[in-house]
């Protein structure tokens, strides 16, 4: 692979290293990391902080109104408005609730939900922690939030927040199958678990032009589409929102909370929607690899932030058109469409890296028995899904 | 390096204690949460990330949702949560049970031939390890999947049982 030299690409290195080049070798490691998470909380939570802001600014116009726009200039300051806000509100906790309990679950959730940050390269030579089983660790720590879902909603202690929070955990574990589905046959192309290693596998072009990113292939595409379905699911955004719908379900298992703990939840939330997003950036959109030759000279961590940034209007867009899932509904396409297609496009990444050889005449007929492999399932299950349920009649009483 | 591995396993112990010891159960099942954690650390404190990984992806993600599922679905009021009447008896089938694995696992363990602590580790990759695990051991991997299904089935069938306690969960 070629290394580029340039000197805006390696930056961030550079100016890390020369900070800490005075120091000696253990204390520098130290030092690196502490730099590393440093950064990584820097960045995401401005990004956190400016997300929100996009997302009511993007909703407001979808919804043909303005948006926030008091606080500063085109409403720039809003987020810092908020925080103050959420920061000086009174904490309430429930006489009856479980205190400690109740204290750590916005606490457990947004450790693992930033422990998922470090195993995702950010640019080239750019990733906080190169793991050999790097996929691996972020499944398992974005996994453990589910067991904070349960502590808030059972720490509350009130049936309502109880029962959102079984009904969020019922939605997590479903949605995760899928998700972690969907990563195998990623895997199983590049023939390795580390993050870095699945980048370094999409590098390059074909015929100088189209990037080997796996989204490119059938199954990678099929692979990219539930994978994002799960990940929308995952992170509890619209359209499956239910476990915290604020305007029907009085914000599920968050009932009991306010203030900043409140805040706490909503960061964890966000941080989870761009783990997931910089998970499917690394997975299937060739991570910090440019889309063209030519555009080499643009520094690989912006290449990096724009399809992260893609990604994440694409989550704006999404809730602001789409109707909530009911319960039933949501998990009907978790286990009825979702884990099935995972599980046929096992079959399809295992035809397309054993037909890797076809050449002439038999490229054709590759991507056709792919293609029909991928949209087939697809078309069927999608069918039988909808049948014998619309449209529904509604009386009145 | 041993300090940790202390560390580590005092965690570990000390919390399953707690949890076995104590009377809530959902703090119970929490406290196991941690001592299972504890398991994953001791792995990366082994050198085996992966199976720390895994360890921490099956039990605090999949393992302790069972756990409490099982609890929350066989429990009706939260003055349930104590622990059950027939503690004595229960206690004891625990105790034999819990030896007898016990005692497999050391026999197996005393058994297995194990290379000297002499030498450094041996660094194993994740392709490494997958390639033995669906070459060399894939019979034992396939006879673990059946095992936990049928540990599955095991528990549908045990959470189905109608107790007399509540006639009106009866089917």
Not at chain 1, 23 to 31: I, T, V
Not at chain 2, 29 to 53: D, H, K, R, T
Not at chain 2, 108 to 133: C, E, I
Request: proline residues 5%; contains cysteine; hydrophobic residues 60%.
């Amino acid at each position: 692979m070629k290394t580029t030299s340039s000197l805006l690409e390696n930056a961030p290195v550079l100016l890390r290293d020369w900070a800490t080049a005075f120091l000696p070798a253990r204390a520098r490691w130290f030092a690196d990391s502490l730099i590393d998470i440093v950064a990584i909380l820097a960045v995401f939570g401005l990004l956190f902080a400016f997300l929100t802001l996009a997302e009511r600014k993007i909703l407001g116009r979808v919804q043909n109104r303005p948006g926030p726009n008091r606080a500063g200039w085109f409403g720039l300051l809003q987020p810092f408005a908020d925080g103050i806000k959420m920061l000086t509100k009174e904490d309430v906790v429930p006489a009856a609730a479980d205190q400690v309990l109740h204290f750590l679950a916005p606490v457990v959730l947004l450790a693992f939900s930033i422990l998922t940050f470090a195993v995702i390269p950010y640019g080239r030579n750019l990733v906080p922690l190169d793991l050999d089983a790097a996929v691996v660790f972020f499944f398992a720590a974005s996994s453990s939030t589910e067991l904070a879902v349960f502590m808030a909603g059972w720490a509350s202690h009130n049936k309502y927040s109880l029962f959102a929070a079984m009904r969020a955990l019922a939605q997590l574990v479903s949605y995760e199958l899928p998700l972690l589905l969907s990563v195998v046959p990623v895997a199983l192309a590049t023939g390795t678990l580390s993050t870095t290693g699945i980048v370094a596998a999409q590098a390059g072009w074909k015929w100088g032009l189209v990037p080997r990113w796996l989204v490119f292939t059938p199954w990678g595409a099929a692979a990219f589409a539930v994978f994002m379905v799960s990940a929308l699911a995952e992170s509890n955004r619209s359209p499956f929102d239910l476990p915290e719908a604020e305007s029907e379900l009085i914000a599920g298992h968050l009932t009991e909370y306010s203030g900043f703990k409140y805040a706490l939840f909503f960061m964890a939330e966000y941080f989870g929607m761009c783990a997931l997003s910089g998970m499917a950036v690394t997975l299937f959109l060739g991570g910090w690899q440019a889309p063209l030759p030519a555009l080499e000279f643009i520094p690989s961590y912006a290449w990096f932030a724009v399809k992260l940034l893609a990604l994440l209007s694409g989550f704006i867009w999404i809730r602001a058109t789409l109707p909530r899932l009911r319960i039933d509904q949501l998990t009907r396409l978790a286990w009825k469409l979702l884990v099935p297609l995972a599980l046929v496009n096992l079959v399809t990444a295992g035809f397309w890296e054993l037909s890797a050889g076809w050449q002439g005449a038999h490229q054709p007929l590759r991507w056709a028995v792919a293609i029909v492999l991928v949209a087939g399932p697809a078309l069927l299950l999608g069918r039988s899904l909808g049948s014998g349920i619309g449209p529904r009649t509604y009386r009145y009483a | 390096m041993n300090a940790i591995l202390l560390l580590i396993a005092l965690a570990t112990l000390g919390t399953a204690i707690v949890a076995m010891s104590g009377r809530n159960l959902l703090h119970s099942v929490l406290l196991l949460a941690v001592s299972w954690s504890g398991v994953a650390a001791f792995y990366l404190w082994a050198g085996a990330q992966f199976v720390a990984f895994a360890q921490v992806l099956v039990y605090l993600g999949a393992i302790s949702m069972v756990v409490l599922f099982a609890v929350l679905l066989t429990r009706r009021a939260r003055e349930d949560f104590g622990a059950p009447h027939n503690l004595t008896t229960r206690s004891r089938f625990a105790v034999a049970a819990g030896a007898a694995v016990a005692a497999v696992l050391l026999w197996a363990v005393s058994r297995s031939p194990l290379a000297g602590s002499k030498g450094p580790a041996p660094t194993v990759t994740v392709r490494d390890l997958g390639r033995q695990l669906l070459g060399q051991h894939a019979a034992a991997l396939l006879v673990i999947g059946v095992l936990l299904t049928l540990a599955l089935i095991g528990a549908v069938v045990l959470a189905a049982v109608d107790s007399p306690d509540f006639p009106e969960d009866a089917p």
